[in-house]
C-alpha cells in the first residue's frame, strides 16, 4: 500500500512509473471482481485520468484522493477474498 507523507512530495513524484503501475494492477483487479463500478463515477474519474494524463504526483488533494480510492479497492478486494476462503473451508 502506499505511504503518504507531507514532508516527502518529492519522493511520490520521483517514481510516478512504479505508483502506475501499482494503481493499473489494481484497476484491473477491481474489474475482474467487479468492484470497479461500486465505485462513484468521481472516484473512477480521477482514478482513470490520473492513470491516462501521466500527471505528476504533487499535488497533496490528489495524492489523497487516490489514496482513498486505493484503500477503497483493497479493502474490498480483501473481503472478497476472506469470504471466499470461508467458503471453501
Request: hydrophobic share 45%; proline share 2%; aromatic share 8%.
Amino acid at each position: 500500500m502506499l505511504n503518504v507523507k507531507s514532508e516527502f512530495p518529492s519522493l511520490i513524484a520521483s517514481h510516478p512509473t512504479a505508483i502506475r503501475t501499482l494503481m493499473l494492477k489494481e484497476m484491473v483487479k477491481a474489474k475482474r471482481r467487479g468492484f470497479w463500478f461500486r465505485l462513484s463515477i468521481m472516484e473512477r474519474s480521477i482514478y482513470s485520468l490520473a492513470l491516462n494524463l501521466r500527471i505528476n504526483f504533487q499535488s497533496y488533494e490528489l495524492i489523497r484522493a487516490i489514496v482513498s480510492i486505493l484503500k477503497k479497492i483493497k479493502s474490498r478486494l480483501h473481503a472478497h477474498t476472506v469470504y471466499l476462503s470461508k467458503e471453501q473451508a
